[in-house]
């Protein structure tokens, strides 16, 4: 049989040629529109030097809901509900990381490699309470990941989730430096994002006493139901003293990840956020009977969601997502 080089292109499509040939809109996704991140002031901007503003999704933590930590689910964030930024959150103790390196690190991997194959941006973060304890296990694991993904503009380090109030300067920007030096020792220029005392909120404390590594943001958390204006105003604080925020987690409803959805806090935090183009991902990618997720029990871990299987604060969110001007 005479081989044609059409049939060749055919049956090395799948393969070998899906990122040209055979998915185009592989190419047309956020990180080929704004190229690498980075800090300029108290804004994040993109490689032309303008301000970016993303609205993402935060998955669960991975040793609890690890079965949506899957090519399909992040493929189906991006082409149904436009989410152009993920976050993998991996779990540190309670029979994360700690316990499971192998299994933890495969999850987040893979949730990498399906955000580069969607040319989505990819939030790695190190989803612990007590991350100043794990300091070594921490720069171990964002050394691997820098040395494997550093050249790839599409990741984002977001060294500690949570800290509990404890010294921005006597614990957490130490801890903080360590694990910057192991990323930057393979990646010299992705953004990374820095966790801020009492829970991710007292970013005014940090603001005074910042990070010297010049690719650096610092976030904050907030659940609707529960911060309002105080916090909004420490935000605001930092922002003038010309730090760049990044909302890594935020929740629809109060801040134990329960409750209804406040929607008028909802409306006031988003209003905060576009006025001064700050990015922001919703907690979470779960179908635990709690307000804070936003799918129904039982629903697939693919994807290919429907309304009836998204609940309350899904609908709003995957709504303002998909709405969001990018």
């Known amino acids: 049989m005479q081989v044609t080089l059409s049939m060749i292109t055919l049956r090395l499509c ?10 185009p809109h592989l190419l047309a996704g956020e990180v080929a529109q704004h190229g690498r991140l980075q800090v300029q ?32 689910t992040v493929a189906w964030l991006h082409t149904d509900w436009k989410v152009p930024i993920v976050r993998a959150a991996m779990g540190i103790e309670a029979g994360g990381y700690l316990t499971n390196s192998i299994r933890e690190e495969e999850k987040i991997r893979t949730v990498i490699d399906a955000a580069i194959a969607n040319d989505m941006y990819v939030i790695v973060d190190w989803h612990d309470h007590h991350a100043e304890l794990h300091s070594q296990q921490a720069a171990e694991f964002f050394g691997r990941i820098a040395a494997t993904y550093g050249a790839s503009p599409n990741v984002i380090y977001e060294i500690y989730n949570e800290p509990l109030d404890v010294s921005w300067t006597n614990v957490l920007k130490p801890y903080a430096n360590t694990v910057i030096n192991a990323i930057r ?3 010299p220029d992705n953004l990374i994002i820095v966790g801020t005392p009492r829970w991710s909120q007292r970013v005014d ?5 910042p990070i010297e590594d ?19 105003q420490q935000a605001q604080e930092a922002l003038d003293k010309g730090i760049a925020l990044f909302v890594t ?10 409750g209804e959805v406040d929607t008028d806090s909802v409306n006031r ?9 700050i990015s922001h991902l919703n907690w979470a990618i779960s179908d635990k009977r709690e307000g804070a ?21 899904g609908k709003l969110v995957r709504q303002l997502i998909r709405s969001w001007a990018r």
């Open 205 to 209: 404390v940090a603001a005074t006493d």
């Open 14 to 23: 799948p393969v070998l040629l899906s990122l040209l040939t055979c998915s």
């Open 41 to 72: 002031g108290n804004k994040i901007v993109d490689e032309s030097g303008s301000a970016v503003s993303f609205a993402g999704m935060s998955l669960f933590w991975s040793q609890w809901m690890g079965q949506f930590y899957t090519k399909e």
């Open 185 to 187: 020792k393979h990646d």
């Open 214 to 232: 010049a690719n650096v943001a610092y976030s904050l958390h907030f659940y609707a139901g529960t911060h309002k204006d105080v916090l909004r």
């Open 293 to 313: 997720a936003v799918l129904q029990p039982a629903s697939s871990p693919f994807g290919g969601w429907t309304d009836e299987q998204l609940t309350e604060s």
């Open 269 to 277: 935090w988003i209003a905060f956020l576009q006025s001064n183009q």
């Open 249 to 258: 987690e935020w929740g629809t409803v109060n801040a134990t990840g329960d």
